[in-house]
C-alpha cells in the first residue's frame, strides 16, 4: 500500500490503548463495528499502567459519613468488572485475568469518628461492608487494636487486564502515533478514513482536541506522587488507612504487588495527593514518618524507598475530579475520559451510544497497516 494515495478505511479508529480504550474496542467490537487502536507507548498505555488496580465501589469517596456523587456514580462497578471475570458471555471477557486481592481493606485506629462509623456500620447491615473480628484480621494488622472493615472491592494487575483485552483478536493494535487535522487523520503518515475517531488517549487528549480544531473542550491534570516500598518480608497488604483523616481522603491507600523485584508496596492516598509537588526525597521523609504512625509495627528499616509521578488527565472540571467518566461528541469525534479505572465499563457504554449515534457498522474487512503491532507497554514502576 501507498500510504501518499491510499486511504484505510475503518468504522473506528481508537486512540489510546489504555484500558478505556481497549474496552471500548470490545465493546465496539461486540456491537459489530470494525475497529483500529494507536498507541505510541504499546499495549497499556501510560496512566492504566501506573493504576493500584484498585477497582472500588465508591466507599472511599464517603469517608466524610455520607454517599457523595462520586461514590454513587461507582457504586456498581465491581460487580459489573467481576461478571466479565467471571464469564464469556458478555462483550468483555476477562476471565484470564486473576484478581490480586478479591476484598479491600479500612482500617483505623481511631474510635471517635462517629459519622464514620455509624456510616460504615449502616453499610456492613447492607452487606456491603463487614466489620473483621481482630482473630481475622490479616498478618499486616496483626496486633492492630482499632477498626478494620472489609469492603466489597477488589485489586487487579493492570498489565494482566490490559493483556486480556488485547488479545480479543477482532481488532488490530499499532504502536503509532497519530496526527489529526480538522478534517484527516493520519497514523505514522498513514491516511485513514474512519467513520468515528475515539480520543481515549489520557493526557494525549488535550493534543487531539486541538488538532482537531475544537475550542470549547478543555482538559486538566491533577499529578500525584506514588511512592514505592520494597522489603523483604514485607507482608500482603491491600487497604486504605483513614487514622486521623482531616478529609475525605484516605490517609494511606497500600496495594502488594510481586514481581522480579520481591514484593512492593505501592502507596496513594493523601500521601500520593500531598506529595505531588514535593521533591522525592522530602515525599521519601514524610512516607517513612506516615508509615511509622500507621503501621508502627512494620518493620522498614532496611526498606528501599522511591517515588513515581503520575499525571491524572482529565476534562476540565474546576481542577476537581468529574464523578463519572465522560464521553464529549464533536461531529464525528469523541473524546473521552473514565476518570477513574473502576469506570471504565460505564465508559465502554457510553462510547457505544455516541457511536451508535453517528453512524452504524459499514465496513466489515479492514486493510492491515504498514506499521508495527503494539507491544505490551512497561510498567513504570
Known amino acids: 500500500m501507498n500510504s501518499n494515495d491510499e486511504q484505510v478505511a475503518v468504522d473506528v479508529l481508537i486512540v489510546g490503548a489504555g484500558i478505556a480504550g481497549l474496552w471500548s474496542a470490545n465493546v465496539l467490537c461486540a456491537a459489530g463495528y470494525s475497529v483500529l487502536v494507536t498507541d505510541p507507548n504499546g499495549i497499556g498505555g501510560t496512566q492504566s499502567l501506573a493504576s493500584q488496580g484498585l477497582i472500588h465501589g465508591g466507599i472511599k469517596y464517603a469517608l466524610g459519613g455520607f454517599l457523595t456523587g462520586a461514590s454513587n456514580a461507582i ?5 459489573r468488572w467481576r461478571e466479565c471475570l467471571s464469564t464469556t458471555e458478555g462483550p468483555v471477557d476477562l476471565t484470564s485475568v486473576t484478581p490480586v486481592a478479591q476484598r479491600y481493606l479500612l482500617f483505623s485506629a481511631d474510635s471517635a469518628r462517629s459519622r464514620l462509623s455509624t456510616f460504615l456500620a449502616g453499610q456492613a447491615l447492607r452487606g456491603d461492608v463487614s ?9 499486616a494488622l496483626r496486633g492492630f487494636s482499632g477498626s478494620v472493615f472489609e469492603l466489597p472491592d477488589l485489586v487487579l ?24 487535522t480538522p478534517d484527516s487523520v493520519r497514523i505514522n503518515g498513514v491516511a485513514v478514513a474512519a467513520n468515528v475517531l475515539v480520543c481515549c488517549a489520557g493526557s494525549g487528549n488535550e493534543a487531539l482536541i486541538q488538532q482537531s480544531g475544537v475550542t470549547d473542550l478543555h482538559c486538566q491534570r491533577r499529578p500525584l506522587q506514588q511512592v514505592i516500598v520494597r522489603a523483604d518480608n514485607l507482608p500482603l497488604l491491600f487497604g486504605h488507612c483513614v487514622t486521623g483523616i482531616r478529609r475525605p481522603e484516605p490517609r494511606l491507600t497500600i496495594t ?11 502507596i496513594g492516598g493523601q500521601l500520593a495527593t500531598d506529595g505531588a509537588s514535593l521533591p522525592a526525597a522530602d515525599l521519601i521523609s514524610h512516607a517513612r514518618s506516615e508509615l511509622a504512625q500507621c503501621l508502627p509495627w512494620i518493620d522498614l528499616e532496611n526498606a528501599t524507598f522511591e517515588t513515581l509521578l503520575v499525571d491524572r488527565a482529565e476534562p476540565a472540571n474546576d481542577g476537581v475530579r468529574p464523578d463519572e467518566a465522560v464521553v464529549q461528541v464533536r461531529g464525528n469525534r469523541i473524546f473521552a475520559w473514565p476518570t477513574k479505572l473502576s469506570l471504565a465499563p460505564d465508559l465502554g457504554d457510553q462510547v457505544l451510544t455516541a457511536v451508535r449515534a453517528i453512524t452504524p457498522p ?3 474487512k479492514v486493510a492491515d497497516l504498514p506499521l508495527p503491532r503494539a507491544a505490551m507497554a512497561t510498567r513504570p514502576w
Open 362 to 364: 459499514s465496513i466489515s
Open 256 to 266: 502488594s504487588h510481586d514481581g522480579e523485584n520481591g514484593r512492593s508496596w505501592y
Open 131 to 139: 466489620k473483621l473480628a481482630k482473630d481475622k484480621h490479616p498478618a
Open 157 to 180: 494487575d493492570t498489565r494482566s487486564v490490559a493483556d486480556s483485552l488485547a488479545r480479543n483478536g477482532r481488532f488490530a493494535i499499532y504502536e503509532a502515533s497519530t496526527a489529526l
Open 75 to 79: 457504586a456498581d462497578m465491581p460487580r
